[in-house]
Nanobody, 121 residues
Framework: QVQLVESGGGLVQAGGSLRLSCAAS????????MGWYRQAPGKQRELVAA???????NYADSMKGRIAISRDNAKNTVYLQMNSLKPEDTAVYYC???????????????WGQGTQVTVSS
């Protein structure tokens, strides 16, 4: 079927930067919206940023101004550049993609396995 593989997470000091990547592979006709979500311990999963196929992006207020989402449609890859990271940004970050398997297929929702981002104070 489809796999979303994330990379780029890790441990960083407050004020530092990380760049997350997520590559989709498998039975893909077209990828519509892609996005990044995060889930901190004891909290619900929340949207961080999303981007349409045409490049229109929206961001969570909590991270607006510190992050930038981008994508490479030829590579079926979405990126998340995160700057000025804070300890409260610590969470597992998940990639999400809305994928069509064929011209007449329904859009299906896929998730990556998650990548840990830890920001130390």
């Amino acid at each position: 079927q489809v796999q979303l593989v994330e990379s780029g997470g890790g441990l960083v000091q407050a004020g530092g930067s990380l760049r997350l990547s997520c590559a989709a592979s498998g039975s893909i006709f077209r990828i519509n919206a892609m996005g990044w979500y995060r889930q901190a311990p004891g909290k619900q999963r929340e949207l961080v940023a999303a981007i349409t196929r045409g490049g229109n992006a929206n961001y969570a207020d909590s991270m607006k101004g510190r992050i930038a989402i981008s994508r490479d449609n030829a590579k079926n890859t979405v990126y998340l550049q995160m700057n000025s990271l804070k300890p409260e940004d610590t969470a597992v970050y998940y990639c999400n993609a809305h994928i069509l398997h064929g011209f007449y297929s329904r859009e299906a929702d896929y998730w990556g396995q998650g990548t840990q981002v830890t920001v130390s104070s």
